[in-house]
């Protein structure tokens, strides 16, 4: 399994912007494909964006328009950058690994690899 370390959280203005890290470690990371995922109090985890080992990308409908989900294959590291935030965005953001092509990307199931998570706060 590849080791993920999630990063780049915090508290953050409505409207604001901000980037999560993903640094991976223990396996080829560029062989992966890559989900954020994040989980509110009292709510259940939903799919963020991933990205599939060939590069295609996938978004929320909720996210979509204001969030870019990259990769670095080189510092095998994957990003997650938010525009626009609003108080519906606070939640635990968390990274994970795996394989998944077209809508089995959105599956958390897809993914067997999972970091601890980085809170992100929106406040008004």
């Known amino acids: 399994q590849v080791q993920l370390v999630e990063s780049g959280g915090g508290l953050v203005q409505a409207g604001g912007s901000l980037r999560l890290s993903c640094a991976a470690s223990g396996r080829t990371f560029s062989r992966y494909s890559m989900g954020w995922f994040r989980q509110a109090p009292g709510k259940e985890r939903e799919f963020v964006a991933a990205i599939n080992w060939n590069g295609g990308r996938y978004y929320a409908d909720s996210v979509k328009g204001r969030s870019t989900i990259s990769r670095d294959t080189a510092k095998d590291t994957g990003y997650l950058e938010m525009n626009s935030l609003n108080r519906e965005d606070t939640a635990v953001y968390y990274c994970?690994?795996?394989?998944?092509?077209?809508?089995?990307?959105?599956?958390?199931?897809?993914?067997?690899?999972w970091g601890q998570g980085t809170q992100v706060t929106v406040s008004s």
């Open positions: 994970a690994a795996g394989s998944c092509s077209n809508s089995g990307c959105r599956d958390p199931s897809s993914f067997g690899s």
